[in-house]
């Protein structure tokens, strides 16, 4: 495994992998902090292709003032060796001043689907996001791109450039991993305390409880879900919801209060953002309402 801190190394890394006839090149970009989450990307880039890249990069772009960029967690070492034992190829790890050696006067901004969920909350975040990927991809030039749907909208919105603008990759969507006891993982949970980390485990336990609901058919209504959601949440006194929402996937569009989830056509996200103490967390469930109807 490389090991490269620069854009000229990385290319020339590439050209090698290029030359030698390892292609074709797959892509997982990250913010370091690994955990089985960002293993499980590194594995399916391995399925799919010949060479690995992983990237850590923390991106200021993508945190408001008001954010944990400063505090996010990192330790370099740890993710190396993860790199190295999941099967990376080359790993690119960028200071701030190479990935943005003057300020940038120019960004990628994906509209509509940023401006609900976590773009509502967080302004300017997919921008950074959207971005940084950019320049990513430009530099690593991949066939395919590796994203978690743990963020189920950065998916979508990174989709939706890639088309947009022609960027020939194909973004590749990978499950939710998460603890044996339900809670998605995430390099922020190290900021929970023990009483917080138990009581995040509504998050996944409303989702669970919810999808059951509509596949017994006791919730049918968009809105029956979300208030299921909200009150299974709610039953955690530390609790802070940021949103819940349930939208069309990977539109992002408002579904009627009244209307039937049976109704949606294609997918549907049950996506929440919450906070316990300073530590906000997110987790989502995507789901076809029609398939679930039709095991019922
Ligand atoms: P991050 O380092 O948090 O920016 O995440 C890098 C990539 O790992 C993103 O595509 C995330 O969606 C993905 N990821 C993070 N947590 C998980 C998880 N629990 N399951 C699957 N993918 C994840």
């Not at 797959?26 to 690994?34: D, N």
């Not at 009483?195 to 485990?201: I, K, V």
Request: glycine share 8%.
């Amino acid at each position: 495994m490389r090991v490269v801190r620069t854009v000229l190394e990385l290319r020339e890394a590439l050209d090698y992998m290029r030359m030698g006839g390892h292609t074709p090149v797959g892509f997982v970009p990250t913010m370091g902090y690994l955990h089985e989450g960002h293993a499980s990307l590194i594995r399916k880039a391995g399925e799919m292709a010949n060479t690995v890249v992983m990237s850590i990069f923390v991106n200021p772009l993508q945190f408001g003032p008001n954010e944990d960029f400063s505090s996010y967690p990192r330790d370099e070492r740890r993710d190396l060796e993860l790199a190295e034992r999941e099967g990376a190829d080359i790993v690119f790890i960028p200071g701030v001043e190479e990935m943005y050696p003057e300020p940038i006067r120019t960004k990628v901004s994906v509209d509509s689907l940023t401006t609900q969920l976590c773009g509502a909350s967080r302004p300017g975040h997919f921008d950074g996001v959207t971005t940084v990927v950019s320049k990513l991809f430009n530099m690593v030039q991949p066939d395919y791109a590796f994203f978690g749907l743990k963020d189920a909208q950065q998916v979508a919105v990174l989709r939706r450039m890639v088309s947009d603008l022609n960027i020939n990759v194909e973004i590749i969507a990978c499950p939710i991993v998460r603890e044996g006891d339900g809670l998605a993982l995430s390099s922020r949970n190290v900021y929970l305390s023990g009483e917080e980390r138990t009581q995040a485990l509504v998050l996944s336990r409303s989702l669970r409880e919810t999808r059951k609901a509509i596949e017994e058919g006791t919730v049918r209504t968009v809105e029956e879900a979300r208030k299921l959601l909200e009150s299974v949440i709610s039953s955690s006194p530390l609790a802070v919801i940021d949103y819940v929402e349930i939208l069309s996937f990977p539109d992002l569009e408002t579904l009627e209060g009244g209307s039937l989830l049976s109704d949606a056509e294609g997918e549907v996200i049950m996506a929440l953002a919450v906070k316990f103490g300073r530590t906000r967390l997110i987790d989502n469930n995507v789901f076809i309402p029609k398939e679930v109807h039709a095991l019922v």
